[in-house]
């Protein structure tokens, strides 16, 4: 049985606070969530002004991957977010990250391991040379 999606904050057994788009899902009599593009958002304070924000950051840092199965044994609590502000931010955020792949993606920013290695093997043997000479 598949539910609607919704914006929700779940608090996982590691601690790691997450807010994301979820999908239920059930497979073999067991519920998973479906996470589309989790965040981790942590409260700011800046103290010269003494405002308080947030700052919201991808969930999984370095993947190619959007979406992410995580098994509700992994799950101390899930609550739907209905605040429209809040709302707001996530999307914000949302559009921030696919803008920010896109130009990742139209300036090649990332390297391959093997480029990189080469590059930065290059840089070694040169800073080697300028030691010995």
Do not use: H
Not at 47 to 59: A, E, N
Not at 90 to 115: D, G, R
């Amino acid at each position: 049985m598949m539910e609607e999606d919704f914006y929700a904050v779940i608090k996982l057994t590691s601690g790691e606070e997450i807010i994301s788009i979820v999908s239920p899902s059930t497979e073999e009599d067991q519920l998973f969530l479906i996470l589309n593009n989790p965040a981790t958002i942590e409260v700011i304070t800046l103290r010269q002004m003494g405002i308080q924000g947030y700052k919201v950051d991808p969930w999984i840092k370095i993947s190619d991957d959007d979406t992410f199965l995580v098994s509700m044994d992994k799950v101390i609590t899930i609550s739907e977010i209905r605040d429209p502000e809040t709302i707001e931010m996530y999307n914000k955020f949302l559009t921030q990250q696919n803008s920010k792949e896109e130009s990742n993606k139209k300036s090649n920013n990332f390297l391959s391991v093997s480029k990189a290695r080469k590059m930065f093997e290059k840089l070694y043997r040169l800073e080697e040379e300028s030691k010995d000479s």
